[in-house]
């Protein structure tokens, strides 16, 4: 079983920064992938970038070019930072964990808040 907790969201205007921290505990093996989603209202949730313990980092298609994803085994977080933020980035942002041998995520976090204004 892991545990996590989002933290770093917040208000920001548009062209701006976020680190969003993920912060798990629990089986590092079920933490073997953490992966960053986020869900707009009305919207469906999307996977924007995931990173293995190995350390092997993918960003998805929504983020591609506007952000990095880091990962320190040694104090069990990732973070994300996210650049150049427009208003569509405005949604609910989760981070979530699986095992190496699953496929779908199945610890999740409680989510943290970023709003980007005009």
């Known amino acids: 079983q892991v545990h996590l907790a989002e933290s770093g969201g917040g208000s920001v205007q548009a062209g701006g920064s976020l680190t969003l921290s993920c912060a798990f505990s629990?089986?590092?093996?079920?933490?073997?992938?953490v992966a960053w989603f986020r869900q707009a209202p009305g919207q469906e949730r999307e996977r924007i970038a995931q990173?293995?313990?190995?350390?092997?980092?993918y960003i998805d298609y929504w983020l591609k070019g506007r952000g990095t994803i880091s990962r320190d085994n040694a104090k069990n977080t990732v973070e994300l930072r996210m650049n150049g933020l427009t208003t569509a980035d405005t949604a609910m942002y989760l981070c979530?964990?699986?095992?190496?041998?699953?496929?779908?995520?199945?610890?999740w976090g409680q989510g943290t808040q970023v709003t980007v204004a005009s």
């Open positions: 979530a964990a699986r095992a190496s041998d699953v496929i779908m995520f199945r610890y």
């Open positions: 629990g089986s590092t093996a079920d933490a073997f992938y």
């Open positions: 990173i293995s313990e190995r350390g092997d980092g």
